[in-house]
């Protein structure tokens, strides 16, 4: 079969291999801007500079404070994550009761002001963040090989995805989420905090972003720019799932890193755009996202 | 305006007089304002412990306004509201359902993202002695055969056993029912009318809002009659069929 | 179409109190200020740099056009750089490559910027609210990944050396003094032109969507429409700004077409104030010049358009003019 298409398996799997670590930081993100975005109506446009700061907080973990991969992947969610839920009280809940763009502009500008500060200090090449040794090294899969790390990336991704998306789906927790999503109010009325679930919501959604900035570190080097063009790419995956769905989230993002990756094969070129493209095409057909809720 | 308020007196006067104990829930001179709009203009009633109690009027009275006044969900609102002798008047949403008092909108805000037992298991226990899940059962019994269905997916009257429902598991003492037999077949609507008489049996507190008078009378104490945002008058439940036509003209029947 | 979370009307650029006047002819106090406008226009390059200026003067073309859209139709556009750049790139490339005049190296520059503008509106316009941002914003970044493959952009190089020609084939604008005076009349032009469609019962339907989208649809109006004919408009304007701007500077480049352009263009709007009619005109000659001030320090200038969008989100909504303006009880 693969001599009908011509491409060695080593270099198909290996780029679908790339396609899905791509798409599951797709999908981890999209995934913390939906759940934002349903209960705080509010796009988090600081979500790379969020997923960046994650990586650069592991990045100062290692080298500031000797402290390694493992223990970044617990630290800097909950560090991150408590930095999201002092920007939530202290600028964004300020704009509820406004349009949502505006909380769309002053995301925008926090996101300005982490990359500049970071930039600032550490420059615009990358900082290198080595694979922590447990991972180092590969599996010879025959028609391909496969760095552990990369299968860690995708492992670990799909297990918080899923996690995620069980505890929204299928616990107590969740079903007061999904009901202040549809209805804060009446939510307020049975005597549930929502205005602090909601700022929970902001820092659990922070801290995802963060996890999937550790989980990048070693991946991608650490700078600055890392979360600037991801975070484009992540809105166009967000409007081709629509934010309805905890799950549709999840497969959209895979599913599109996946896709480009086998673009990569085929007609690189394309590769920077076809996730545009698609989202072009949903647009004329299924304007609501393919998981989206309405019409 | 002054006979108004004179009646307006007289209504709290007669609610003491036939107290002779400190009523559980005190509404004095309520005024709340929807955005722009003043709906309410000093509503005054009183709820003594164990009452079933009717806010009657017609569309747009503010019988609404009233129970969401209470509830503190309205934000721009005025008087004093007080409930076991605590002010609620300026207490958010969340504070006043843990204080006791549980609301039953007239929506009934069943959420569809949630099933039956989710949306039955949702509002918190806010105090203790509220009602086990068997006794709910016991009452609404189609509810344990639709555990698993998603929300909206049940039949009018219901969700209306279920909005019901789920707040009595809370251990509030007095209910707010927003027009509860809104909508629902004759048959539904007098199992609601025995499930509150068995909810007084129990002791609860009630406060309804209702337009249907005759569905009232078979459940309530007393009635209330709000008229453009005020309290007007009070008729007790035995008292009914001697004033059934100064009701019909305030309902606009 | 739109689902439960797009809010269609939007109050995002309500920030003007005043109705929109519909009497024929300009109220006194804008006359006043756009004569205003062309006498310091006319004076400034005996003071100024003269290429400071018209940096200026194409910035606040472009942010009129981009207000056009979100203080009067309501619709953030968050890629509005796809038409300044692909506008740039194609007046520098007709002028340089075609050897066309400026002003129909310009022209091109504008044509390509309204077929982009029509192609991206058409879809775009399919989702509201923050998802219309967020499309807009994913398809400028479709422009910019062309832009850095295409090889008539020249990639990271840009279009360098692009030439400043004569104009209708006679007068030479190889001086910043002769330029400068034919981007005044484009800028200046361009701003009374955005100033009339506002001011036309074609801008009374506008504000009529943007404050109640639903009510301007039961009473009959294909909103669709208008929103699709703003969009191309306020292209077309960004588009004309952006081709000017490659003959002043004689350079088509990446930042062109850069997301941070798309942001700046924003911000420009935001701090001078949206939806009145000479906000973007302050706002763009105050970014521009706290660019030129703070030009070395790099990443500094990041943080500080940072904060501004932060401080003026939560404080000062209304923007510079719109401050005035309520002080004044004008619309300006």
């Known amino acids: ?295 | 305006m002054a006979s108004l308020s004179g009646a307006e007196a007289a209504v709290a006067t007669k609610t003491a007089d036939a107290a002779g104990s400190a009523p559980l829930l005190s509404v004095r001179d309520l005024e709340a304002w929807y955005g722009e709009s003043h709906v309410l203009h000093g509503v005054t009633f009183d709820v003594r412990a164990g009452e079933v109690v009717t806010l009657l009027g017609r569309n747009g009275a503010g019988k609404t306004t009233t129970l969401k006044s209470i509830m503190g969900i309205l934000p721009k609102r005025k008087g004093s509201v007080t409930f076991e002798g605590r002010e609620m008047m300026h207490l958010p949403a969340r504070h006043v359902a843990r204080a006791g008092i549980a609301f039953c909108p007239e929506e009934r805000g069943i959420f569809a993202s949630l099933d039956v037992e989710e949306n039955l298991m949702l509002p918190p226990e806010v105090k203790p002695g509220g009602m086990s899940v068997e006794q709910i059962f016991e009452l609404f019994p189609n509810l344990k055969e639709r555990l698993s269905s998603q929300g909206t997916k049940l039949s009018g009257g219901e969700q209306q056993m279920l909005a019901i429902g789920r707040i009595l598991r809370t251990g509030a003492k007095m209910l707010l029912l927003d027009e509860p037999t809104e909508g629902l077949a004759p048959v539904i609507i007098q199992q609601i009318g025995r499930t509150i008489a068995r909810l007084k049996e129990e002791g609860f507190t009630i406060v309804l809002v209702e337009q249907n008078f005759r569905f009232a009378s078979t459940v309530a104490d007393r009635h209330y009659v709000v008229e453009q945002g005020k309290v007007v008058d009070m008729i007790q439940n035995g008292e009914l069929d001697a004033n059934i036509g100064k009701i019909e003209a305030y309902l606009g029947v | 179409m739109a689902d439960a979370t797009d809010t269609g009307n939007t109050g995002i650029a309500a920030q003007q109190a005043g109705a929109i006047p519909t009497a024929p002819g300009m109220p006194r106090h804008h006359a006043a200020i756009f004569l205003a406008l062309l006498a310091a226009g006319l004076a400034a390059p005996f003071f100024l740099y003269p290429v400071f200026v018209m940096k200026v003067m194409c910035f606040a073309l472009f942010a009129c056009a981009f207000n056009l859209l979100l203080g009067y139709t309501g619709l953030l556009s968050f890629g509005h750089a796809a038409y300044f750049g692909s506008a740039s790139y194609v007046s520098a490339h007709a002028a340089k490559v075609w050897g066309l005049p400026p002003e129909l190296a310009i022209l091109c520059g504008v044509g390509a910027a309204v077929v982009l503008g029509l192609a991206i509106g058409a879809l775009a316009i399919r989702r509201q609210g923050i998802y219309f941002a967020m499309v807009t914003l994913a398809f400028a970044q479709m422009v910019f990944f062309f832009s850095v493959q295409a090889p008539f952009t020249g990639g990271e190089d840009g279009i360098q050396a692009v030439p400043r020609g004569h104009l209708f084939g006679l007068i030479s604008l190889r001086s910043d003094f002769t330029l400068y005076f034919v981007v005044l009349a484009i800028a200046l032009g361009g701003m009374l032109a955005i100033y009339r469609i506002i001011h036309s019962p074609f801008g009374q339907v506008l504000k009529a969507i943007r404050e109640n989208e639903p009510r301007a649809v039961s009473l009959g109006y294909r909103v669709n429409r208008y929103k699709l004919a703003t969009f191309v408009l306020s292209a077309g304007f960004a588009g004309l700004a952006g081709a000017t701007k490659a003959i002043v500077f004689q350079l088509a480049s990446l930042t062109d077409v850069h997301w941070s352009m798309s942001g700046e263009v924003v911000l420009m709007t935001l701090i001078g104030g949206m939806g009145t009619v000479f906000g973007p005109l302050v706002g763009a000659a105050v970014i521009v010049t706290m660019q030129n001030y703070l030009a070395t320090m790099g990443a500094w200038v990041t943080i500080i358009q940072g904060t501004i969008f932060v401080v003026t989100v939560l404080l000062f909504r209304e923007g510079i003019v719109g401050v005035i303006a309520k002080w004044m009880k004008r619309t300006l």
Not at chain 1, 31 to 46: P, Q, S
Not at chain 1, 103 to 112: D, E, I, K, R
Not at chain 1, 117 to 137: H, K
């Open chain 1, 1 to 295: 079969m693969f001599e009908l298409i011509g491409i060695p398996p080593q270099a198909l799997f290996g780029q679908l291999l790339l396609g899905l670590i791509n798409g599951s930081f797709y999908a981890i993100l999209s995934l913390g801007l939906a759940v934002i975005f349903g209960l705080l109506n509010i796009i988090n446009f600081a979500h790379g500079a969020q997923y960046m700061l994650g990586a650069f907080v592991a990045w100062m973990l290692l080298n500031y404070l000797g402290i390694g991969y493992w223990w970044a992947l617990l630290i800097v969610p909950l560090v991150v994550g408590a930095f999201g839920i002092v920007l939530e009280r202290l600028m964004i809940a300020r704009l509820y009761h406004l349009d949502h763009l505006y909380g769309l502009l002053l995301t925008f500008g926090l996101a300005l002001i982490i990359q500049g500060l970071l930039r600032n200090q550490y420059g615009i090449s990358g900082l290198p963040y080595s694979i922590p040794p447990q991972l180092s090294g590969g599996q010879n899969l025959g028609f391909m090989f496969l760095p552990n790390y990369r299968g860690w990336v995708v492992v670990a991704s799909l297990i918080v995805c899923v996690g995620t998306w069980f505890v929204i789906e299928k616990t107590r927790l969740g079903a007061y989420l999904r009901a202040a999503t549809e209805n804060p109010t009446l939510v307020g009325a049975f005597g549930i905090n929502v205005p602090r679930m909601i700022t929970l919501t902001y820092g659990f959604g922070v801290a995802l972003a963060a996890f999937a900035g550790v989980l990048a570190a070693p991946v991608y080097s650490v700078n600055p720019n890392m979360g600037a063009d991801l975070i484009i790419v992540v809105f166009a995956v967000v409007v081709i799932g629509g934010m309805g769905s905890i799950l549709g989230s999840i497969v959209t993002g895979f599913s599109l890193g996946l896709i480009e990756g086998l673009t990569k094969v085929f007609y690189p070129e394309a590769s920077s755009v076809v996730i545009f493209v698609i989202m072009a095409i949903v647009l004329l057909v299924k304007p609501a996202g393919l998981f989206g809720r309405a019409a």
